[in-house]
C-alpha cells in the first residue's frame, strides 16, 4: 500500500473525509495539487465519494420503493390493518399498511435529506453532471454521413 506524500496535509484531509469543496480557492489549490501527487490520498477520495454517491442512490431508491407501496397499496387494501403488540410496555395499537409505507417513506427522506445535508454527495454529482455537459458540448453535433 503506497504512503501519503505530505501526512499533515493527508491527516487534514482525512479528517474532512476528503471534502475540499468548503475550502477557500487558494486552499483547494494546494489541495487539488497534494491530490494530484498523492496517489493514497486519490485512492481515498474515490472511495469516501464513492460511498457517498452510493448512500444517496439507495436513499434515493428507497424513497420511490415507498412511493411504489404507497401507490400500490393505495390501490390494493388501503384500509387492511396490522395490530402491533409490545407487551413489556404494555402497549398495542393497530396501522394500516398505508400508515406503515408513509412512516417509511418519511424515514427515507430523512435520511435522504440527512445524506445531502452531510456529505459533498451533491456538489460531487453536480461537479460531475456539469463536466458531462462539457464535454457533450464540445463533442458538438455529429455530422450524419
Ligand atoms: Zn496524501
Not at 4 to 20: A, E, K, M, Q
Not at 64 to 89: D, G, K, N, S
Not at 90 to 110: D, K, N, P, Y
Not at 124 to 132: G, I, K, M, N
Amino acid at each position: 500500500m503506497s504512503q501519503c506524500t505530505d501526512p499533515v496535509v493527508g491527516d487534514i484531509l482525512s479528517s474532512w473525509r476528503y471534502d475540499i469543496s468548503g475550502s477557500s480557492p487558494a486552499v483547494r489549490g494546494d489541495l487539488e495539487e497534494h491530490f494530484a501527487e498523492c496517489r493514497q490520498c486519490r485512492n481515498r477520495l474515490r472511495l469516501h465519494r464513492t460511498i457517498d454517491v452510493t448512500l444517496i442512490g439507495v436513499a434515493t431508491l428507497s424513497i420511490l420503493a415507498f412511493l411504489l407501496a404507497i401507490a400500490v397499496i393505495h390501490q390494493v387494501e388501503p384500509l387492511r390493518t396490522w395490530a402491533i403488540a409490545l407487551p413489556m410496555h404494555r402497549l398495542s395499537f393497530a396501522v394500516t399498511l398505508q400508515e406503515i409505507a408513509v412512516a417509511g417513506l418519511f424515514a427515507s427522506v430523512v435520511a435522504w435529506l440527512l445524506i445531502a445535508l452531510m456529505t459533498p454527495a451533491p456538489v460531487f454529482l453536480s461537479e460531475v453532471a456539469s463536466a458531462q455537459a462539457r464535454v457533450m458540448r464540445n463533442r458538438g453535433p455529429r455530422k450524419i454521413a
